[in-house]
């Protein structure tokens, strides 16, 4: 079982009411031709049904998601997201469960002592002389493995 984490952008409210996490599964470059997802998006078809998703917006942590199911591939934006623009229109769309915190947490007091280690692909890094954070806004991270 894995707990993965991911930071949200301005399409939460999209995806909360659809209950599902969506990505671009393609990328639009500069010059409008199509290419690869990047990596952050294509991580969450490695999202396995039962798993939790840590959702943090703004430096908030909101709550967790618990998928219901693996990732479907080709699917369109849900609604509420812009039609057309920087996201290619068809993507991964990961059906959850929303637990949404009654009031969100500071991202720096539940991760303090976590994410100190310096790796490509973090979410966040924490100062270990302030336990402040800067956070990366990637789509999907898996940072946690967990056996049970």
Not at 33 to 45: R, V, Y
Not at 66 to 85: E, H, I, L, M, W
Request: net charge positive.
């Amino acid at each position: 079982m894995a707990i993965w984490w991911v930071n949200l952008g301005l399409q939460f409210a999209a995806q909360r009411d659809s209950s599902t996490l969506w990505c671009p599964g393609k990328r639009i470059r500069k010059d409008g031709s199509l290419g690869k997802p990047f990596w952050h998006w294509a991580n969450i078809a490695d999202v396995k049904k039962g798993e939790f998703i840590v959702l943090c917006k703004s430096a908030q942590i909101l709550g967790l998601a618990y998928s219901t199911a693996t990732a479907r591939p080709d699917q369109p934006k849900p609604n509420g997201f812009p039609v057309g623009g920087r996201w290619h229109d068809t993507g991964w769309r990961l059906p959850v469960e929303f637990l949404l915190f009654d009031t969100p947490k500071d991202r720096n007091e539940l991760t303090r002592g976590l994410f100190q280690r310096r790796n490509k692909r973090r979410p966040l890094l924490n100062d270990p002389k302030t336990g402040k954070g800067r956070g990366t806004q990637i789509y999907r991270k898996r940072e946690f493995r967990c056996a049970f």
